[in-house]
């Protein structure tokens, strides 16, 4: 009796073996769980945004778009303008109109389909690193769109930017040096402009016309370091 029992215990233990059940492990739960946020819509989600600027004596309806949690509808066609039904965020206190009805009271507001990440460059800001050294490189950095746009998905994201870097050159010294100088090319030369400056030099600054032009172009930044820098 007990090798029967004992080559039950055996079969099982094989069997087992040949078909383990598939428990993922926490790592794998918890990037399961973020790409699952990631994609997931919900209005009901907790915002980790400021709402420290949000009114709180005013009507629901009169609220920023900063101020509110909406429910989106991912199949809706890009770039279209579409209605979102919106509640106010936690924290923040608003009247109710009295004098609608309850289905009247929603905060409706009209956007475009897209993404927070879709949306345009002037219409998120992102942070600035340094530390770059080409102005045709690019990093990585967390952008973020602006408060009064609303968007699909996460309001923070990766994106590349360009590398705006610098040499130490100030706009203000050369401007200084062009206007004083400059008919001699000394604010050619300090940019690093030498062919340009030494022209600018035996031409007496082109008879003083292009003294003027160099001061009107480094005047409205058109006019930079030669090696692509700028200024600070």
Same mark, same amino acid.
């Given at each position: 009796? %007990?090798?029967?029992?004992?080559?039950?215990?055996?079969?099982? &233990? #094989?069997?087992? !073996?040949?078909? $383990?059940?598939? +428990?993922?492990?926490?790592?794998?739960?918890?990037?399961?769980?973020?790409?699952? %946020?990631?994609?997931?819509?919900?209005?009901?989600?907790?915002? &980790? #945004?400021?709402? !420290?600027?949000? $009114?709180?004596? +005013?009507?629901?309806?009169?609220?920023?778009?900063?101020?509110?949690?909406?429910?989106?509808?991912?199949?809706?066609?890009?770039?279209?303008?579409?209605?979102?039904?919106?509640?106010?965020?936690?924290?923040?206190?608003?009247?109710?109109?009295?004098?609608?009805?309850?289905?009247?009271?929603?905060?409706?507001?009209?956007?475009?389909?897209?993404?927070?990440?879709?949306?345009?460059?002037?219409?998120?800001?992102?942070?600035?690193?340094?530390?770059?050294?080409?102005?045709?490189?690019?990093?990585?950095?967390?952008?973020?769109?602006?408060?009064?746009?609303?968007?699909?998905?996460?309001?923070?994201?990766?994106?590349?930017?360009?590398?705006?870097?610098?040499?130490?050159?100030?706009?203000?010294?050369?401007?200084?040096?062009?206007?004083?100088?400059?008919?001699?090319?000394?604010?050619?030369?300090?940019?690093?402009?030498?062919?340009?400056?030494?022209?600018?030099?035996?031409?007496?600054?082109?008879?003083?016309?292009?003294?003027?032009?160099?001061?009107?172009?480094?005047?409205?930044?058109?006019?930079?370091?030669?090696?692509?820098?700028?200024?600070?």
């Amino acid at each position: 009796m %007990s090798l029967i029992l004992s080559h039950i215990r055996i079969t099982q &233990s #094989s069997v087992n !073996s040949n078909n $383990p059940e598939v +428990t993922p492990t926490k790592l794998e739960k918890i990037s399961s769980d973020t790409d699952r %946020s990631a994609v997931t819509i919900n209005s009901s989600s907790k915002s &980790s #945004s400021d709402t !420290s600027h949000c $009114p709180n004596d +005013t009507l629901c309806t009169d609220l920023p778009n900063s101020c509110l949690q909406c429910t989106y509808n991912p199949q809706c066609v890009y770039g279209a303008e579409i209605n979102v039904t919106c509640v106010p965020k936690t924290n923040v206190l608003c009247h109710a109109d009295r004098l609608k009805t309850a289905a009247q009271n929603e905060i409706r507001r009209t956007m475009v389909c897209r993404y927070c990440y879709q949306t345009e460059r002037w219409e998120h800001g992102c942070e600035q690193k340094g530390g770059c050294n080409s102005i045709d490189s690019q990093y990585k950095t967390n952008c973020t769109v602006h408060p009064e746009l609303l968007c699909m998905g996460h309001r923070t994201f990766m994106k590349k930017i360009p590398c705006n870097w610098t040499q130490g050159y100030r706009w203000s010294t050369t401007l200084i040096l062009s206007i004083t100088i400059g008919g001699f090319g000394a604010d050619r030369f300090f940019l690093g402009h030498w062919q340009e400056g030494i022209g600018k030099l035996f031409s007496f600054g082109g008879l003083g016309v292009w003294t003027l032009i160099d001061v009107l172009l480094i005047s409205l930044h058109y006019l930079g370091p030669a090696d692509g820098s700028l200024y600070i």
